[in-house]
C-alpha cells in the first residue's frame, strides 16, 4: 500500500495566480471530483487539498494515474488539458509524495512559510475524503501522523510564532488597537483579497468590504459574514468604523485629512495603509483621535516574523524526517500484518483443538484454568515471531520470513479450512 501511493499538483512554484484561479475547486467541487475519481478508477485513499496556492490530488493505486487524474481535474474545469498539462508537477514514488504532503502540510511550502491556515484547510480535506469514504487505514494513518508532527511544530518551534505576511501582520495588528472592532476594508486587490481571507478567521467580528467594483466585493464578502458597501456611500462608513484597511491603488491618497476632519466630534479610528503609493494621507495624524500604521510598519513586524519562522525550519524538516521514519515503519509493518493474522489463527486452531479433546474429562472450573494457562502459552510463543517479522520489516527482509511461516505452519491452507 505505501508504494502505491502518488500525487499530482498545481502550486504557485509552477503556475501564475491566473492559472492557479482557473483551477481551484471549492469544497462542492472538490466532493465531486473525489466521486468521479471513485467512479471512473480503482483508485482508493483519495485526498483532494484546493486553496489560493495550490491544487493537489493524492491517491493510492498500483498504477500511476496521474496524467488521467490530470485529465479529469482539467475537464471538470471545463479546461483544455493540453494547454494547462505543463503547470502540474508529478509524485510517482510513494516517498517523494509522502514527504510532499508533509511538507505542504506544515506551511514548509506556503509562499508565507509557516502559514497557519494550511494545517486547517489539509484537514477540511481529509475530512472530506473521510465523509466521502475515500479514507481508509494507510490515509487515517498517515493524516494524523501529519497532524501529530504539525502539533511538535508548534509546540518544539518558533515555526508558528507571529504573523510573517503583511496581510496577515495586518489583521494580527487589530488585536491589539481596540475590542471587537468595525473593520472597513477599502480595495480587494490581491493583498485585500488576502486580508479578507485572514479576517474570515475572525468569528462573529463586524467586517464591511468596499470596493470600486461591488460585484468583486460581494465575492469576497462569501468568504465570511462580510457586509458589502457601495462605494459611493465610503464616507458614511468611514464614520461607522473603528478600524480601515485600505489597500486602494491610487497615484494620490485618497484618505485626506479634510475627509476625516469632516467626520465632526472627537472620534478615534485607526488606519492601515497597505498601498504603495499610499493611500492615507500621513497628515491625518493631525487630527486628534486619527492613528495611522503605513506599510513599512506592518512589513517590519512581518519580516520579524519571517526571520523567527526562517531560523526553525531545519528543527521542522528534523521533525518531519522522524514522523517519515515511524509513518514508513508502521507501513511496512502492514505488509505483515496478514500473516501475522494467519499465524495467530492457525495457532488458535490449533489450542482449540487440544483444549477440546481433553476439557470433556475436566470440570468446568479446570478447563478455565487450563483455557486461560494455554492462551497465555499461545500469546508467549507467537511473541518472538511477531518481533522478528516487524524487524525483518525495517531491514526489508519481510517477504523472506512471510515464506518460511507459511511454508512450516502452512498458513494458506489453514485459512482456507478456517474459513478466515
Known amino acids: 500500500m505505501y508504494n502505491q501511493f502518488k500525487s499530482v499538483s498545481i502550486s504557485y512554484r509552477t503556475a501564475p495566480l491566473d492559472i492557479r484561479e482557473r483551477i481551484a475547486l471549492n469544497e462542492e467541487e472538490a466532493k465531486a471530483l473525489m466521486l468521479r475519481i471513485k467512479d471512473f478508477f480503482d483508485i482508493s485513499d483519495v485526498l483532494v487539498v484546493s486553496t489560493c496556492n495550490r491544487t493537489e490530488i493524492y491517491y493510492t493505486s498500483p498504477k500511476d494515474i496521474n496524467e488521467e487524474l490530470l485529465s479529469l481535474l482539467l475537464i471538470e474545469k471545463g479546461l483544455t488539458p493540453e494547454l494547462y498539462a505543463s503547470y502540474f508537477d508529478h509524485y510517482i514514488t510513494a516517498d517523494s509524495s509522502v514527504r510532499h504532503l508533509f511538507e505542504v502540510a506544515t506551511g514548509l511550502h506556503s509562499q508565507v512559510v509557516g502559514d497557519m491556515q494550511i494545517p486547517n484547510q489539509i484537514k477540511h480535506a481529509y475530512q472530506w475524503s473521510a ?39 495586518a489583521v494580527e495588528l487589530l488585536d491589539t488597537l481596540t475590542v471587537d472592532p468595525k473593520i472597513l476594508v477599502v480595495g480587494v486587490g490581491e493583498i485585500g483579497t488576502d486580508v479578507c481571507r485572514n479576517l474570515a478567521q475572525k468569528i462573529n467580528a463586524d467586517i464591511t468590504v468596499v470596493n470600486r467594483t461591488r460585484s468583486k466585493a460581494e465575492n469576497i464578502a462569501l468568504l465570511g459574514n462580510f457586509r458589502v458597501a457601495n462605494f459611493e456611500e465610503i464616507e458614511a462608513e468611514l464614520s461607522r468604523a473603528d478600524v480601515i484597511i485600505s489597500s486602494i491603488v491610487l497615484d494620490q491618497p485618497f484618505f485626506t485629512k479634510t475627509m476625516v476632519e469632516n467626520l465632526g466630534g472627537l ?23 486619527m492613528v495611522l500604521y503605513n506599510i513599512d510598519t506592518i512589513r517590519e513586524r512581518a519580516n520579524e516574523a519571517l526571520g523567527r519562522r526562517m531560523e526553525s525550519v531545519a ?10 521514519v515511524e509513518f514508513n515503519d508502521w507501513s511496512k509493518e502492514m505488509i505483515v500484518s496478514p500473516t501475522i493474522h494467519k499465524l495467530k489463527n492457525a495457532l488458535e486452531q490449533i489450542r482449540l483443538e ?9 470440570t468446568e472450573e479446570e ?43 502452512n498458513l494458506e491452507k489453514k485459512e482456507e479450512e478456517t474459513g478466515h
Open 367 to 409: 478447563s478455565a484454568k487450563v483455557d486461560k494457562i494455554t492462551s497465555s502459552m499461545m500469546q508467549k510463543i507467537i511473541k518472538l515471531p511477531i518481533l522478528q517479522l516487524k524487524a525483518a520489516c525495517k531491514r526489508g527482509e519481510a517477504e523472506t520470513l512471510i515464506d518460511v511461516l507459511n511454508d512450516l505452519f
Open 354 to 362: 487440544e483444549m477440546a479433546r481433553f476439557t470433556k474429562i475436566l
Open 131 to 169: 465523509d466521502l469514504s475515500l479514507a481508509g487505514p494507510f490515509l487515517h494513518r498517515l493524516m494524523h501522523t501529519i497532524f501529530f508532527a504539525n502539533k511538535r511544530v508548534a509546540q518544539e518551534t518558533s515555526f508558528r510564532d507571529g504573523a510573517a505576511s503583511v496581510s496577515y501582520a
Open 315 to 324: 528543527s521542522v524538516r528534523n521533525i518531519i524526517d522522524e514522523s517519515v
Open 267 to 289: 472620534t478615534y479610528k485607526y488606519f492601515i495603509d497597505l498601498s504603495v503609493p499610499r493611500s492615507v494621507d500621513p497628515v491625518i495624524e493631525q487630527v486628534a483621535g
